[in-house]
């Protein structure tokens, strides 16, 4: 018998029950935004940064004929994710480790979804990086995640497809819409949450 998770906290959402193991990120107001927009999507969908696999499996779970892959940076939220599909009886969605879509399968998307880490990394001061900080900072400036997953986008996503990626007013909203825009993708905003210290928006990335 294998070692059992430790876990950090659970959470019911639209009826999924999630365990979080520890050193996974633990969902928040940006991963619920993502959720909560993604579910209805169709097709063959690719999730990265899946974490404990929420949108993954919310999508899975709801889009039967989908067929569903999460990749994460941490192995402990790849091993996380697949524990939940288990545990809800979930069998069209899998979990692999790969940074961004370095071990991605060679094909297009219907849709792609990513909850990028977009704190900046001197908030993480010089204390030794977790595998938790993963799901966190973004490099120096909090974009370094999502910039490239904008450069390698179009590699991976149908022409006729849509991206949802989530966003931070620390990391310059304004700027993603314009680097997704030279990049040849519309972009609009699907919902804004404002909070005190910061407002979320979700984009939906596409091709005219």
């Known amino acids: 018998m294998g070692e059992l998770p430790v876990y950090a906290s659970q959470l019911n959402f639209m009826g999924l029950h ?18 909560k927009h993604s579910h209805k999507l169709e097709g063959n969908i690719l ?3 899946t974490g404990c696999g929420l949108s ?4 899975a779970s709801r ?23 288990a545990h809800n009886r979930i069998k069209n969605a899998s979990f692999i480790h790969s940074d961004l879509f370095s071990n991605a399968p060679n094909l297009r998307f219907d849709a792609i979804l990513f909850n990028p880490p977009y704190l900046p990394e001197e908030q ?8 938790l900080d993963l799901a966190l900072y973004g490099g120096k400036d909090g974009r370094e995640q999502t910039d490239r997953f904008l450069h390698h986008l179009q ?18 909203i304004p700027k993603t819409i314009e680097k997704a825009n030279r990049l040849g993708f519309s972009a609009e ?7 005190f210290f910061e407002k979320l928006v979700l984009l939906e990335l596409f091709r005219e």
């Open 189 to 195: 905003i699907l919902e804004e949450q404002p909070f």
């Open 18 to 35: 999630l365990d979080v193991f520890k050193d996974v990120y633990i969902p928040q107001e940006d991963s619920f935004l993502l959720a």
């Open 47 to 49: 999730e990265i940064g």
């Open 124 to 131: 993480n001061g010089s204390r030794k990086q977790t595998l």
């Open 63 to 85: 889009n039967p004929s989908n067929y569903v892959l999460g990749i994460d940076l941490n192995p402990k939220a790849v091993q996380n994710a697949a524990y939940n599909a």
């Open 155 to 172: 590699d991976y996503l149908l022409p006729q497809g849509r991206a949802l990626l989530t966003q931070s007013s620390l990391t310059d």
């Open 56 to 59: 993954a499996l919310l999508n």
